[in-house]
């Protein structure tokens, strides 16, 4: 109840506020998914993926061996107590170095997201710029965003993006 008295006032301020104003609307999500230069930083940020994880995968591989080669040690009585627990040490350390190797292979991917994103953001949010100049238009919405309740269709200006963008 509260929230719909909220939104009718609001939309009512911004009724007689506002007039005179031209509005549009795009999804940027979707129009970003078109740019052939969202594929090819996929792709390479696909290929860095894969390389740290073979990278992590080798680490495990290795510290589960040097585990099981332990393990077996113990079992057949072929290491010394105290030895046995400098090699349990060693292998824990092995594995908080795993760990934190995981979880920079996690910033590694996100840092380069950004940095091949940043020049497709940037591309896109100066044509809309350009187009909300040359058009009139005071205020742009991105669907995608979900901060629009309703829009015209005829103020969708996806499309004078997708244009000037070549797509």
Same mark, same amino acid.
């Given at each position: 109840? $509260?929230?719909?008295?909220?939104? *009718?006032?609001?939309?009512?301020?911004?009724?007689?506020?506002?007039? @005179?104003?031209?509005?549009? !609307?795009?999804? =940027?999500?979707?129009? &970003?998914?078109? $740019?052939?230069? &969202?594929?090819?930083?996929?792709?390479? +940020?696909?290929?860095?993926?894969? /390389?740290? /994880?073979?990278?992590?995968?080798?680490? +495990? %591989?290795?510290?589960?061996?040097?585990? /099981?080669?332990?393990?077996?040690?113990?079992?057949? @009585?072929?290491?010394?107590?105290?030895?046995?627990? #400098?090699?349990?040490?060693?292998?824990?350390?092995? %594995?908080? #170095?795993?760990?934190? *190797?995981?979880?920079? $292979? %996690?910033?590694?991917?996100?840092?380069?997201?950004?940095?091949? !994103?940043?020049?497709? *953001?940037?591309? &896109?949010? $100066?044509?809309?710029? #350009?187009?909300?100049?040359?058009?009139? !238009?005071?205020?742009?919405?991105?669907?995608?965003? @979900? =901060?629009?309740? !309703?829009?015209?269709? =005829?103020?969708?200006?996806?499309?004078?993006?997708? %244009?000037?963008?070549?797509?």
């Amino acid at each position: 109840m $509260m929230r719909n008295i909220f939104l *009718f006032t609001l939309s009512i301020l911004l009724s007689t506020t506002l007039v @005179g104003q031209k509005f549009g !609307y795009m999804d =940027s999500n979707a129009l &970003v998914a078109e $740019m052939p230069e &969202v594929k090819q930083a996929d792709a390479k +940020l696909e290929t860095l993926q894969k /390389q740290l /994880q073979k990278q992590g995968q080798q680490k +495990l %591989q290795t510290l589960q061996q040097k585990a /099981q080669d332990l393990e077996r040690k113990e079992r057949q @009585g072929e290491i010394a107590p105290k030895k046995l627990q #400098e090699e349990a040490e060693k292998l824990q350390a092995e %594995q908080l #170095e795993l760990q934190q *190797f995981e979880q920079d $292979m %996690q910033r590694q991917v996100m840092q380069k997201r950004q940095e091949l !994103y940043k020049p497709i *953001f940037d591309k &896109v949010n $100066m044509v809309i710029e #350009e187009i909300a100049k040359e058009e009139g !238009y005071t205020y742009i919405f991105d669907l995608s965003a @979900g =901060s629009i309740l !309703y829009a015209d269709e =005829s103020t969708d200006v996806t499309t004078l993006v997708r %244009q000037r963008l070549g797509l």
